[in-house]
Nanobody
Framework: QVQLVESGGGPVQAGGSLRLSCAAS????????MAWFRQAPGKEREAVAA????????SYANSVTGRFTISRDNAKSTMYLQMNSLKPEDTAVYYCGADPRGISNPSLSRSDYNYWGPGTQVTVSS
């Protein structure tokens, strides 16, 4: 199993930057694909970015491509999301998820992720 805890959220002005972290415990982090999802009030949870277990492949939602970067440090059992050029529509609770299957292409499908953290709030003001 994998236990996940997100951190790094908070208020920020439009155009600003934040870096989210997802700390994992458990022995399967280094073999799990990981992802960031987000959920705004009244909306479905949506994929933001995903990264292969090795860190060698990443996928992004169209809405964040070119602004957000996902990365991981398996030695620290931690995943990151660098968010630049933030917009008010990026406001949401951000969750990290783990897919222990470690398949080749990191999925952006919510149903592929079995483990979730409690989330961290990101609020972008205009």
């Amino acid at each position: 199993q994998v236990q996940l805890v997100e951190s790094g959220g908070g208020p920020v002005q439009a155009g600003g930057s934040l870096r989210l972290s997802c700390a994992a415990s458990g022995r399967t982090f280094s073999t799990s694909n990981m992802a960031w999802f987000r959920q705004a009030p009244g909306k479905e949870r949506e994929a933001v970015a995903a990264i292969r277990w090795s860190g060698t492949r990443a996928s992004y939602a169209n809405s964040v491509t070119g602004r957000f970067t996902i990365s991981r440090d398996n030695a620290k059992s931690t995943m990151y999301l660098q968010m630049n050029s933030l917009k008010p529509e990026d406001t949401a609770v951000y969750y990290c998820g783990a897919d222990p299957r470690g398949i080749s292409n990191p999925s952006l499908s919510r149903s592929d992720y079995n483990y979730w953290g409690p989330g961290t709030q990101v609020t972008v003001s205009s």
